[in-house]
C-alpha cells in the first residue's frame, strides 16, 4: 500500500497548521471584549441618580471626567476611589493637558449638597468651565399635561 501524494509532489505528510480558525476565535474575543468594556465603566457603583424633567440626553464620550459621589462620602474620579487632594491633582493634570474636557459630576441623591458643590468648585478651579450633573429622566413628570 502506498501513500497519497500532496500537492507537492512526493509521498511526504504536510505538517501545516491550519491557523484560520484560531484567527476566528481570536477576533470573535477581541469583538467580545469591546463590547463588554463599554459598560464596565462604573460597574461597582449603586447609586440613585436625582430625577428631573430637563435631562438631556448627551452621551458620554471617552475624553469626559466622571466624579461620582456616594451616600456613604466616597468619591470616585473615573471609576477609582479617591480623596478630595488626590481628586484635585488629577484634575489639575488633565486640565493641563486640555481644558476643553467635560466634568460630568454624579451625585447620589442622598449626597449632600456641600459635597457636590465642592466637587464643581474643585473643577472649576482646576480650570474646567464645561460641567455637568448626571441625572435620569422623571417620567412621571414628564407624562403630566
Same mark, same amino acid.
Given at each position: #500500500?502506498?501513500?497519497?501524494?500532496? *500537492?507537492? @509532489? @512526493?509521498?511526504?505528510?504536510m505538517a501545516e497548521i491550519n491557523i484560520i480558525p484560531?484567527?476566528?476565535?481570536?477576533?470573535?474575543l477581541l469583538i467580545i471584549f469591546m463590547v463588554t468594556t463599554a459598560f464596565v465603566k462604573e460597574a @461597582?457603583?449603586?447609586m440613585k441618580l436625582p430625577k428631573a424633567a430637563t435631562t438631556e440626553a448627551a452621551?458620554?464620550?471617552? !475624553?469626559?471626567?466622571s466624579i461620582a459621589l456616594t451616600p456613604d462620602g466616597k468619591?470616585?474620579?473615573?471609576?477609582?476611589? #479617591?480623596?478630595?487632594?488626590? #481628586? !484635585?491633582?488629577?484634575? !489639575?493634570? !488633565?486640565?493641563?493637558?486640555?481644558t476643553d474636557d467635560r466634568v460630568i459630576v454624579? @451625585?447620589?441623591? *442622598?449626597v449632600r449638597y456641600g459635597r457636590v458643590v465642592q466637587v464643581i468648585d474643585?473643577?472649576?478651579?482646576? *480650570?474646567?468651565?464645561h460641567i455637568a450633573l448626571a441625572t435620569v429622566p422623571d417620567l412621571e413628570a414628564l407624562q403630566t399635561p
Open positions: #500500500m502506498q501513500a497519497p501524494k500532496n *500537492g507537492y @509532489g @512526493g509521498n511526504t505528510v484560531l484567527v476566528d476565535i481570536s477576533l470573535v @461597582g457603583l449603586n452621551p458620554e464620550k471617552q !475624553r469626559d471626567i468619591l470616585y474620579v473615573d471609576a477609582k476611589e #479617591m480623596s478630595v487632594a488626590k #481628586m !484635585r491633582e488629577v484634575l !489639575r493634570a !488633565r486640565a493641563a493637558k486640555s454624579k @451625585g447620589d441623591q *442622598g474643585e473643577a472649576k478651579q482646576a *480650570g474646567f468651565s
